[in-house]
């Protein structure tokens, strides 16, 4: 009697399926995964054509790395006053007007203008922070805005639920969570569109 056939020919049975077993070989990587790679390390070989354009475009990034850099920070800066004045202003503005000890983690009896000080500090150096986030990932992620997205929005969550779980007045812990929230998705934003125009363009060999 003969032997049944076996193998990757037997019937057909061993055949991959089209675009089967081809596309579950290829790795999966998640958007954040995809978000935080280096940009140098997923560009895939390139045309003969096209490798002249591709030495022409590193030089071109790497001739301006000041002025990007100094176009941040500008805007970083910026943004750090901003943040400070509201900050300032906030906190002074609740004590005086409603008594509420905002912000929650300075101490009530302090005098409101030395709250609105303390207030305006942390949040000029927090966004001072982002703005040092953003430089090192335009520099070295693939993908700089959404990579900053996701980092800028896990701090901003962070950092509003850091009152609440301190303890304190409800009232003042719940305001100044608030304010956190707000001030941090605004900074947040800004530092992401500066990153969108000052980042470096996509070039022919971005995944």
């Known amino acids: 009697m ?9 019937g057909g049975a061993g055949r991959p399926r089209r675009g089967g077993a081809a596309r579950d070989a290829r790795p999966r990587t998640d958007a954040v995964q995809r978000s935080f790679r280096c940009r140098h390390a997923v560009r895939r070989e390139l045309p003969p054509q096209f490798r002249y354009t591709d030495y022409l475009a590193m030089h071109e990034d790497a001739a301006h790395p000041d002025a990007e850099a100094r176009r941040l920070w500008l805007v970083g800066l910026g943004a750090a006053f901003v943040a400070a004045i509201l900050a300032f202003g906030s906190a002074y503005v ?13 101490d009530r009896t302090l005098a409101p203008g030395n709250a609105g000080v303390a207030y305006a500090i942390c949040s000029g150096a927090v966004t001072l922070q982002l703005t040092a986030l953003v430089q090192i990932l335009v520099a070295t992620a693939d993908r700089p805005v959404r990579a900053f997205l996701w980092t800028g929005g896990f701090l ?8 609440l779980l301190v303890g304190g ?3 003042a812990s719940a305001t100044t969570a608030l304010l956190d929230l707000c001030g941090g998705a605004a900074a947040v934003a800004v530092l992401a569109a500066a990153a969108s125009v000052i980042g470096p363009p996509p070039r022919i060999f971005d995944i």
């Open 169 to 171: 007045p409800i009232q």
């Open 2 to 10: 003969a032997e049944p056939p076996f193998g990757p020919s037997a």
């Open 156 to 163: 901003v969550v962070l950092v509003t639920a850091l009152p």
């Open 94 to 106: 609740i004590r005086v007007m409603s008594g509420l000890a905002v912000p929650s983690f300075v």
